[in-house]
């Protein structure tokens, strides 16, 4: 087993996977977000919201710093969602997407990346497609136990606190050695 500084032991494996990750995709609900939707406004101006982690952006910023690329490929398209994507500078951010797999490829194609090269973090039964298709794949603790059992990697911390920045800072440190 290799440890990447004071982050959780990993397997040789999984440690050459993350070596090779030049793209970080992110469900927002359940992942970026806490997964709770909470009601903004009056009476007739009912709005849906969003809770971000100030953690996870750093994360994002540092990764995005380091020379990889990330994006969002979100089925949800909650107004919140689209203001942190910009908040960020994430270039490639899908929102209202009934093909994450269809988004994804396109996306491999104008970044001219392999499918290896790719990280996904999800956590729905639908985000199993394309998690089956990615180098490194990720999900949160509270994920749907087919997800948790699919994945190469369950993160320690919660989405929308934390679980972002958790594997931002895995693919910095293991893919910077």
Same mark, same amino acid.
């Given at each position: 087993?290799?440890?990447?500084?004071?982050?959780? %032991?990993?397997?040789? /494996?999984?440690?050459?996977?993350?070596?090779?990750?030049?793209?970080?995709?992110?469900? %927002?609900?359940?992942?970026?977000?806490?997964?709770?939707?909470? *009601?903004?406004?009056?009476?007739?101006?009912?709005? *849906?919201?969003?809770?971000?982690?100030?953690?996870?952006?750093?994360?994002? $910023?540092?990764?995005?710093?380091? =020379?990889? /690329?990330? @994006?969002?490929?979100?089925?949800?398209?909650?107004?919140? =969602?689209?203001?942190?994507?910009?908040?960020?500078?994430?270039?490639?951010?899908?929102? =209202?997407?009934?093909? $994450?797999?269809?988004? *994804?490829?396109?996306?491999?194609?104008?970044?001219?990346?392999?499918?290896?090269?790719?990280?996904?973090?999800?956590?729905?039964?639908?985000?199993?497609?394309?998690?089956?298709? %990615?180098? *490194?794949? +990720?999900?949160?603790?509270? +994920? %749907?136990? @087919?997800?948790?059992?699919?994945?190469?990697?369950?993160?320690?911390?919660?989405?929308?606190?934390?679980?972002?920045?958790?594997?931002?800072?895995?693919?910095?440190?293991?893919?910077?050695?």
């Amino acid at each position: 087993m290799l440890t990447c500084d004071d982050e959780p %032991v990993l397997s040789p /494996q999984l440690v050459a996977r993350l070596r090779r990750i030049r793209l970080l995709c992110l469900d %927002v609900d359940g992942v970026l977000s806490d997964g709770h939707l909470y *009601f903004a406004g009056g009476e007739g101006d009912a709005r *849906f919201c969003q809770r971000f982690s100030v953690r996870d952006g750093v994360g994002v $910023k540092l990764l995005q710093q380091s =020379g990889r /690329q990330v @994006a969002i490929l979100s089925e949800g398209s909650i107004l919140s =969602g689209r203001v942190r994507a910009e908040s960020l500078g994430i270039r490639h951010a899908y929102f =209202g997407l009934r093909d $994450k797999v269809a988004r *994804f490829g396109e996306l491999l194609a104008e970044l001219q990346l392999a499918p290896e090269q790719a990280a996904f973090i999800g956590d729905e039964l639908s985000d199993l497609p394309l998690l089956a298709r %990615v180098g *490194f794949a +990720a999900t949160v603790p509270d +994920a %749907v136990p @087919a997800v948790r059992r699919a994945v190469h990697y369950v993160t320690v911390r919660p989405g929308g606190s934390g679980a972002v920045r958790e594997v931002c800072d895995l693919i910095r440190r293991c893919g910077d050695t």
